[in-house]
């Protein structure tokens, strides 16, 4: 069983940055891949970025140049980095992992852009 515990998220004007952590419960080179997604209102959760445990990341094009992806292993954390943010961006932002064939979730944390 896995645990994923997000935290950073907050309110900020556009143009801001916010830096979001997830820490997991055991370590996160157990996992082949980790990833961020979001949900705004009314609309379904879309991955916004992922990194391999080999490091190799994947953003959505809607972040591209302004959101980046990293882990610390020895944390057993991975980040989000969100510079330039748009009021778009507003959602909840959850951290996910598969392991052993289970999809882990963690609880969200909720990402308001004023304009």
């Known amino acids: 069983q896995v645990q994923l515990v997000e935290s950073g998220g907050g309110l900020v004007q556009a143009g801001g940055s916010l830096r979001l952590s997830c820490e997991a419960s055991r370590s996160i080179l157990s996992f082949n891949v980790m990833g961020w997604y979001r949900q705004a209102p009314g609309k379904t959760r879309e991955l916004v970025a992922a990194?391999?445990?080999?490091?190799?990341?994947n953003y959505a094009d809607s972040v591209k140049g302004r959101f980046t992806i990293s882990s610390d292993n020895a944390k057993n954390t991975v980040y989000l980095q969100m510079d330039s943010l748009k009021s778009d961006d507003t959602a909840v932002y959850y951290c996910?992992?598969?392991?052993?064939?289970?999809?882990?979730w963690g609880q969200g944390t909720q990402v308001t852009v004023s304009s």
């Open positions: 996910n992992v598969v392991y052993r064939g289970f999809n882990y």
């Open positions: 990194i391999t445990s080999g490091g190799t990341t």
